[in-house]
């Protein structure tokens, strides 16, 4: 992998002080580069080069973004706990391969487990267990899910990638 792309999401059920409800960090090589959180309520820059490489109304699209995420991980979170505490975790991205390809991926965990994920090539989600085949069928049967992670995965996580990639090439060298 020479470069990578990394947003982490969680989302818990109960949200208490200090502990949103609903959190998430990009990574550019596994260097925190965007940080979203439901008391803030704004993605903010990690690094220098971040805010000085963003153009005018970049962190106004991420924060809707981030909006938007913070919703889909909340309906989730809903849709298949019982009372009490429930955490859900959502790592997605692309990786730039040495020979010019790429490799996008989406996975969801639930309490610490397995419970969803997003196959690029078959453009299908594959349920780790009884309680995501719901969130499965639902997600495949609407559509919407599929055909926005497709063109996430294949177009938007790329050109993020190589933009970011623009903004800290002096600090990626040096890493």
Known sequence: VLHSLRYLDVA???????VPQFMSMGFLDGIPITRYDSERGRVEPQTPWMAAGAEPGFWDAETRIGERNQLVSRGLCGSVSPPGLHIVQGILGCDLLSDGSVRGFRREGYDGRDFISFELGSKSFVAAD???QVTKRRWEHEGIEVERLTNYLENICVEELQQFIRYGREALERK
Not at 12 to 18: D, E
Request: hydrophobic fraction near 40%; proline fraction near 20%; charged fraction near 0%.
């Open 12 to 18: 818990v059920s109960a949200p208490s002080p200090g």
């Open 130 to 132: 009884g309680a995501a």
